[in-house]
């Protein structure tokens, strides 16, 4: 993701940073906008292809558009961490890593 233009460019280095450093592997920063990859999600949702993860479809509004979260946000922060689920799992048990 590209970093937004809303965010100073002495900011952003510094966001990244301390998500760092508070363990996050990955961080990001977006704007606001809705993404560019709206309309596909909202098919997506409708061939129901979640599945039974009626969670994506939960607020699918506000999914697509986070001004009806936060009115006022310019950006977003996006953070990943990276938990490796081989190390916690049990050797009999196979569960997806995004789960």
Same mark, same amino acid.
């Given at each position: 993701m590209k970093s937004s233009a809303s965010t100073s460019n002495t900011l952003a280095p510094e966001i990244?940073?301390?998500a760092h450093a508070l363990? /996050?592997?990955l961080v990001s920063? #977006? #704007?606001?906008?809705?993404?560019?990859?709206a309309s $596909? /999600?909202?098919?997506w949702l409708a061939s129901d292809f979640h599945g039974e993860m009626g969670y994506m479809a939960r607020n699918a509004d506000k999914r697509i558009a986070p001004s009806?979260?936060?009115?006022? $946000?310019?950006s977003i922060v996006v953070v990943g961490l990276n938990y490796n689920a081989e190390e916690t799992q049990p050797a #009999?048990?196979?569960i997806a890593r995004y789960a």
């Amino acid at each position: 993701m590209k970093s937004s233009a809303s965010t100073s460019n002495t900011l952003a280095p510094e966001i990244k940073n301390r998500a760092h450093a508070l363990g /996050f592997d990955l961080v990001s920063i #977006t #704007t606001a906008q809705s993404p560019q990859h709206a309309s $596909a /999600f909202q098919e997506w949702l409708a061939s129901d292809f979640h599945g039974e993860m009626g969670y994506m479809a939960r607020n699918a509004d506000k999914r697509i558009a986070p001004s009806k979260v936060l009115p006022d $946000a310019r950006s977003i922060v996006v953070v990943g961490l990276n938990y490796n689920a081989e190390e916690t799992q049990p050797a #009999t048990a196979r569960i997806a890593r995004y789960a």
